[in-house]
C-alpha cells in the first residue's frame, strides 16, 4: 500500500471515529466561541461606529473561511471516497496529524489578524471590561464536569447500539485513561493560550511573534492530535461490525441535524450582528 493510500485510509478511520462520538465537534467549537465573543461585545455598548467597524471585519473574515473551507472539503470528501483499516498505524497517523496543522497555519493566522482587528476597535474601558468578562466565564467552567458529560454523551451512544457491559467498561477505560493523558498537557496548552492572547489584543499584530509562537508548540499540539486520533480509534475498535453500521446511520442522521442547526445558528447570527 502506498504511503498516501496509507495516509487516507487511516484518516478515514479517524474521521469516522470522531463523527460517532462527537460530530464535527471542533466546527462547533468555534462557533461556540465564536458566539461567546459577540455576547461579549453585546456587553460592551458599542457606538454605531464600532459596529460598522466589527461588522466590515467579520464579513472580511467570512470571505476568508469561505476559501479555507474548500480545502477542508476536498480533503474530506477524499477520506470518505477510501476504505476503511482496523490497524492503527502510529507513524501515519503521526504525518496526518502534522499534514492538518500545516494546513491549517493560513486559517489561525487570519482568525488571529481579525480577532486583533476587532478588539483594537474597543476603547481601553471596552477591553478591560471584555478580558473581565472572559476570566469571569472561565472561572466558573468545571473540567471534571465537562469530562463527566463527555463519558455520559459517548455511554450514551454506545447504548444506542446495545453495547454489552464488557463494551461499555472498556469504553470507559479508554475515556478516562485519555482524560488523564491530556492533564500532563494543561499546563502547556494554557500557557500558550494566554501567548495567543497577548499577541491578539496588542496595540499592533505581530505575525512573526505569533509564528514563532505556533512553532514552538508544534510538538505540544502533534502530540495532543494523535493521543486524540489513537482514542478516537481504540473507541471504534471495541464496537463490531453490525454496531458500526449502525453508528454510520446514526451519523448521517446527525450530520443532517447539525447542517439545519449551523442554517439556524446563522440565521440567529445575522439576527445579532443587526442589533449590535
Not at 37 to 55: F, G, H, T, W, Y
Not at 103 to 127: D, M, P
Request: proline share 1%; glycine share 2%; hydrophobic share 35%.
Amino acid at each position: 500500500m502506498s504511503n498516501m493510500k496509507k495516509i487516507v485510509t487511516v484518516a478515514t478511520t479517524l474521521m469516522f471515529c470522531l463523527g460517532t462520538q462527537s460530530v464535527l465537534a471542533q466546527s462547533q467549537q468555534r462557533d461556540h466561541q465564536r458566539d461567546h465573543e459577540r455576547s461579549a461585545m453585546q456587553e460592551l455598548n458599542l457606538s454605531d461606529s464600532q459596529k460598522e467597524a466589527i461588522q466590515a471585519i467579520r464579513e472580511q473574515a467570512k470571505e476568508g473561511r469561505t476559501l479555507f473551507k474548500g480545502e477542508r472539503d476536498e480533503a474530506l470528501e477524499l477520506m470518505r471516497q477510501s476504505k476503511q483499516s482496523g490497524t492503527w498505524d502510529a507513524a501515519t497517523a503521526r504525518s496526518l496529524v502534522q499534514s492538518k496543522l500545516i494546513n491549517r497555519q493560513a486559517h489561525q493566522l487570519a482568525n488571529a489578524q481579525n480577532r486583533q482587528a476587532v478588539f483594537a476597535v474597543l476603547t481601553a474601558e471596552q477591553q478591560a471590561k471584555f478580558n473581565a468578562n472572559q476570566v469571569a466565564r472561565h472561572t466558573v467552567r468545571d473540567p471534571l464536569k465537562r469530562e463527566q458529560k463527555r463519558l455520559k454523551q459517548l455511554l450514551r451512544m454506545a447504548n444506542k447500539v446495545d453495547a454489552t457491559e464488557a463494551q461499555l467498561a472498556q469504553l470507559k477505560t479508554i475515556h478516562n485513561d485519555a482524560s488523564t493523558a491530556m492533564q500532563t498537557y494543561h499546563n502547556t496548552v494554557m500557557t500558550h493560550k494566554m501567548a495567543e492572547r497577548s499577541l491578539i489584543q496588542a496595540a499592533e499584530f505581530d505575525t512573526q511573534a505569533w509564528q514563532t509562537l505556533q512553532d514552538e508548540f508544534a510538538p505540544t499540539a502533534i502530540e495532543i492530535g494523535v493521543l486524540r486520533a489513537k482514542t478516537k480509534f481504540d473507541i471504534q475498535q471495541v464496537f463490531n461490525a453490525k454496531q458500526q453500521k449502525k453508528l454510520r446511520k446514526m451519523k448521517q442522521r446527525m450530520d443532517k441535524k447539525d447542517r439545519k442547526d449551523r442554517k439556524d445558528r446563522k440565521d440567529k447570527k445575522a439576527d445579532i450582528d443587526d442589533n449590535i
